[in-house]
C-alpha cells in the first residue's frame, strides 16, 4: 500500500515546451494546464470548463490535439509540447493567428488558443480542408461569443495562405 504522503511528494518532470527544453517540480496529478498557467506563465492557455469539454485549454502535445485540463503533468513527461504563444516566430504572428485578427475570428479570447491550435492541427494534417472539414476539425471547441463563422472564415483564409506561400 502506498503511503499517502508519498503519493503527494512532487516529482520533477522534463519535457520540451515551445520548442524549450524545461524541468518543472510538481505534483505528478497536477494538472498540465495549472503547470502551464503557474508555473511556466503561459497563460494563454485557458481553462473554460475544467472538464475537457470546451476546447480552450487546448495544447499539442507530441503533435495530437489534446485538452491541457485532463492531462496529468506526469503523463507530459518526455513530451513536445506547443501551447498557443509557440505558434508565433518571435514578432510574427503564425498565419491563423494573423487571420483570426484579420477575419474578427477572436472576440472575448477565451476559446481563441484552443480554436487556433485545434485549426493548427487540422491544418498540420490537411492542407486544403473543405469548409466542412473546418467545422469537424473545430468540433471539440465551443465559442460563447460567435456563430463561428468569422473563425471557421479566418481558417479557411490560412489555409489558402498556406496553400500560396
Known amino acids: 500500500m502506498t503511503n499517502p504522503r508519498e503519493a503527494r511528494a512532487q516529482a520533477e518532470i522534463s519535457f520540451t515546451i515551445n520548442r524549450e527544453p524545461k524541468v518543472v517540480h510538481a505534483y505528478p496529478m ?12 503561459l497563460t494563454g492557455t485557458k481553462e473554460g470548463c475544467g472538464e475537457g469539454e470546451c476546447g480552450s485549454c487546448a495544447v499539442l502535445m507530441d503533435g495530437t490535439l489534446v485538452n491541457s485540463c485532463l492531462i496529468p503533468v506526469l503523463q507530459a513527461a518526455g513530451s513536445s509540447i506547443i501551447t498557443i504563444e509557440g505558434l508565433a516566430s518571435g514578432n510574427t504572428l503564425h498565419v491563423l493567428q494573423q487571420a483570426f485578427l484579420e477575419n474578427g475570428g477572436a472576440q472575448c479570447g477565451i476559446c ?4 487556433i491550435l485545434a485549426a493548427s492541427h487540422l491544418l498540420n494534417g490537411k492542407s486544403e480542408p473543405t469548409m466542412e472539414e473546418i467545422q469537424e476539425g473545430l468540433s471539440g471547441n ?9 473563425i471557421v ?5 490560412a489555409a489558402r495562405r498556406r496553400t500560396t506561400a
Open 30 to 41: 497536477e494538472r498540465l494546464l495549472d503547470v502551464l498557467r503557474r508555473q511556466l506563465q
Open 112 to 115: 481563441t488558443p484552443g480554436m
Open 142 to 150: 465551443l465559442c460563447r461569443c460567435t456563430g463561428y463563422s468569422q
Open 153 to 157: 472564415e479566418a481558417v479557411a483564409e
